[in-house]
C-alpha cells in the first residue's frame, strides 16, 4: 500500500504552516495599522524566508551538505543571508516607508535595520537543515531495514534449502543399503520417504506450518527409521498439549531428530532415543535425548553435522530472544531442550 502524501497535500500543510509562523508575532503584539499593515511589512521577509528555505532544503544541502562541502556549504549561506537582508531593506526603503509615508526614511542599504531579517532566515535555514537531515535518516534507516531484511529472508531460504538435500541424502543411503539386502521393507521406505518428500517440496516453502503438520512430517521420518532399524533401538515419541495452538518455521525441528539417528545409533550396544514434544499456553518445549555409543568421541553441538549448526542459526534468525536451546553432553547421553516461546 502506497502512503505518501499527494504533493498538493504537502503544499496546502506547507502554506498551513508558513501563515501559522509568520502571524506569530502579530497575534502576539496586535501592531498598529491592522492586519494590512502587519503584511506591508513582513512581505519581503516572508518571501525571501521561504525562498532561502527551500533554496537551502532543495538545492544548497543535497549539493553541499550531504556531499561535505562544508565550506562551500558556509559561503553560499552567508552570500545568501547578505542578499536577502540587502533587499529586505530596498523593500523598506522604496516600498514600506513610501507607502506608510515615514518622515524618516532610512538610508537604503547598509541601514541600522538591515540585519532585522536575519533572525528570520537563519531560523528557517536551521529548520530546514533539521527536517532535511531527520528525512535522509529516515529514508537511510528505511533502506538499511529493508536490506536488512531481504538479507534476512535470503539467508533464511538458503538456510533452508539446506535441510533438504542433506536429509535426502542420508535417507536414500539407508533405501539403499535395504535394496541391497532385498528386504521387504524397501517398499514400505520408499513410500515414507515419498510422503515426507511431499511435505518437503510443497509445505516447506510456507513461512509458517502449523505444529501438527512438522509432527505428522516427524513421525513418518521415524517410521522410516524403524523400518531400517528394525528392533535394534528403542524410540519412544511423546506428544502433549494442543498442537494446533502453534506455527512455527517448517522443517526447523528434524535436524534434532535426525542428529539422534545419526550419533545415537549403535549396532553392537543398546541404543535409544527419547523425544517429547509438549505444548502449554501456546509455548512448545521439545526434548531430544539419545544414547551415545561407547566407541564415539564425545559430542559437541559444533560437530554434530549441518544440520545442528543450520537450525541454530535459524533460531538466531527466526526467534531472536524467544528461543532457549539447552545441550547436555554426558558420556552416556546426549541431550537437547529447545524452547520457543510467544
Known sequence: MNTERPPWVTFLINCVIWVFIFFIPFLLMEPRGGIPSYLLRIGATTVLTVIVYYLNYIILIPKYLFKKKFLAYILVILLTLVISCILVDLYYYFVVSVVQNWHHRPEPIFSRGMWVPLFPLLTGIAIGISIRLAREWARVEKERRELQGEKLLSELAFLKSQVNPHFLFNTLNNICALARKKSDDTEPAIIKLSQIMRYMITDSRQDKVGLEEEVEYLNNFIELQKIRLADKVNIRFDIEGDLSAIQLEPLLLIPFVENAFKHGVSYNDKSSINIELKTVSGELSFLVENSKPAVKDTLKLDEAGIGLK??????????????????????SNYLIMLKIKK
Open 310 to 331: 543450520n537450525v541454530r542459526r535459524r533460531l538466531e534468525l527466526l526467534y531472536p530472544g524467544k528461543h532457549q536451546l539447552e545441550i547436555q553432553d554426558s558420556a
